[in-house]
């Protein structure tokens, strides 16, 4: 499938807690870094994500906000 996307953070499934309906999906990027994403519990089994798996964190956003 093709995205028009173009923020993709690649890196390993390092924690899946399912809860309900929804799921929390952290990936640890190459440098380290985390991302956590709350996604639908039926998504992780349809993607066949559980902690090891490589994954891409897509991120398209239409505002991003700043605070100091």
């Known amino acids: 499938m093709t995205l ?21 999906v952290t990936i640890e990027l ?3 870094q985390e991302v956590t994403s ?3 519990a039926n998504s ?3 993607l066949g994500i559980e902690e090891g ?8 956003a ?3 906000m700043v605070d100091a």
């Open 4 to 24: 028009s996307a173009r923020n993709r953070l690649t890196g390993t499934v390092t924690n899946v807690e399912t809860s309900g309906l929804t799921a929390e």
């Open 44 to 46: 992780v089994e349809r």
């Open 53 to 60: 798996s490589e994954a891409t964190a897509v991120v398209k």
């Open 38 to 40: 709350v996604i639908t």
């Open 30 to 32: 190459d440098d380290g």
């Open 62 to 64: 239409t505002e991003v």
